[in-house]
């Protein structure tokens, strides 16, 4: 099945440090890639959908300028947390989905998630 | 997108299957019904979908009534493997795959020994 990798998988660092999470499809090409939060016992939120050779589309709410989406590969979508704060501490998770699958209902895949800890 | 209901919890024998219901009575023609699992500490995993017919695949069963304002994922036997919060979502589809996932806070299963 369609595997999503992301890494790493666990960060700790200080406040201020800017922090880059990668999210790469390894088996199928993804235009569109989906970056999520979620804090403890909470569901998922959807922070932003990124789009391979174009500009992320953010959600109400989500800094575009604090949270850097760059989409540069069908394999590839990275996050990058700029100058985080222990607010930023959370669970960041994206997901994908097959280019090639041409029906609507084509689910999407996601990866293992990044725990961020800004101390 | 239509929203969904879920009970918070659930328990299950090991063993045992498990039926977890989903309420989704604003559900529109074009909406399909997507259940995904997450368990501790990890990414969510697609399960299964449909749109109108039950659905079965090597993981679970999909059974959606006839006016399509409610399902049920059945686990056939359930292994403590399977402890984790199943999520049901409802999405249109059609062209673009921009369509958002709305997540709900799901159903939390403990399947116990």
């Known amino acids: 099945g369609a595997v999503v990798s992301q890494h790493p998988s666990r960060v700790i660092c200080k406040s201020g440090t800017s922090v880059k999470i990668e999210c790469r499809s390894l088996?199928?090409?993804?235009?569109?890639m989906f970056w999520y939060r979620q804090f403890p016992k909470q569901s998922l939120m959807l922070m932003a959908t990124?789009?391979?050779?174009?500009?992320?589309?953010?959600e109400q709410g989500v800094e575009k300028d604090k949270f850097l989406i760059n989409h540069a590969s069908l394999t590839l979508s990275t996050l990058t947390v700029t100058s985080a704060h222990p607010e930023d501490s959370s669970f960041y998770i994206c997901?994908?989905?097959?280019?090639?699958?041409?029906?609507?209902?084509?689910?999407?895949?996601f990866g293992d998630g990044t725990r961020l800890s800004i101390l | 997108d239509a929203k969904t209901t879920q009970p918070p919890s659930m328990d299950c024998a090991e063993g045992r299957a498990a039926n977890l219901p989903c309420n989704h009575s604003?559900?529109?023609?074009?909406?399909?019904v997507y259940w995904y699992r997450q368990i501790h500490s990890q990414g969510p995993q697609y399960i299964i979908h449909?749109?109108?017919?039950?659905e079965t695949n090597e993981m679970a069963s999909l059974i959606i009534t006839e006016d399509r304002k409610s399902s049920t994922l059945i686990l056939p036997h359930a292994t403590l493997r399977d402890t984790a919060v199943y999520y049901c979502?409802?999405?249109?589809?059609?062209?673009?795959?921009?369509?958002?996932?709305?997540w709900g806070l799901g159903t939390s299963l403990a399947v116990n020994p």
């Open positions: 997901s994908a989905r097959d280019a090639r699958h041409v029906l609507p209902d084509q689910p999407q895949h």
């Open positions: 088996d199928f090409q993804a235009t569109t």
């Open positions: 990124s789009n391979e050779g174009s500009k992320a589309t953010y």
């Open positions: 604003t559900i529109s023609g074009n909406e399909y």
């Open positions: 449909g749109l109108k017919n039950n």
């Open positions: 979502i409802v999405r249109v589809g059609g062209a673009g795959n921009n369509r958002k996932l709305i």
